[in-house]
């Protein structure tokens, strides 16, 4: 994947350094709960309490804890910025094209280990997660790590399908999407909770199929990236993850579709880049 050239917009806030959360030794409550539902990529734990944040007035509190916000100096972070950037430019364009205006996050949050959110206390071993509370994304560059050798997803694009991924329940949430869940249910292999998921994979490929067009050239992405975003796809399904961790496949308990659905989803954004593809809340079939 090309990117050192592209744009930085410098919305990043950089948390790094600066120690876990106020409330880490309380534990991380209910709204951290809410958290690795909503938006915690790869681990799955009891989607239930998704209800929760659906049905929330939004004012959980945030903490004084806050980053240094620009463009960070380290390539690992510029990476992060370009990435996100680029989200910006490629759905701005999209809802500039129906009359619309887009609301990128209003930031992307790096941090170790754990810091504060509008949902609750954030947690390293969530996984990259989005916030609908303060719309931020919330990533602990560790994770990188953890993408490559428990998942065995590498190279660049893999980490930019997963940033993608988090920018994409960004446009759901803005465009009204996560209330479904509470109206289709939050668990099992056709809730909500999957239809969610899916359609972020699809809007990370619809970023994927527009970004190079979007940036004048400036990022490039060709066969060889989409197939490890492939893979990643493919790392985090759901019938993979519980084959690996417990030896058998509950349907019943998914929450973000199997290998399968996630890569044929993230296909489906790709191939038109038009996320009026990414339908999955009206699909008949996942």
Known sequence: MRWEG????GNIEDRRGMGGGARAAGGIGLGGLVVLLIGVFVFHIDPNDML???TSDGNAPISGQAGVRGSP?????????VVETSNTDVWSDIFARSGRTYQPPSGVVLYDRATDTACGLGQAAMGPFYCPNDR???LDLAFWNELETRFGAKGDFARAYVIAHEIGHGVQNQLGAMAEVKRLGARGAESGSVRLELQADCYAGVWAARAGQVSNGAIGIDGRDIADGMAAASAVGDDTLQAKTQG???PDSFTHGTSEQRMRWFQKGFQNGDPADCDTFRAAVL
């Open 52 to 54: 929760s944040m659906l």
């Open 73 to 81: 100096n380290d390539k690992a972070a510029q990476f992060v910025d």
């Open 6 to 9: 592209g744009r930085r917009e």
């Open 136 to 138: 931020k994304v919330y």
């Open 248 to 250: 058998e496949v509950v």
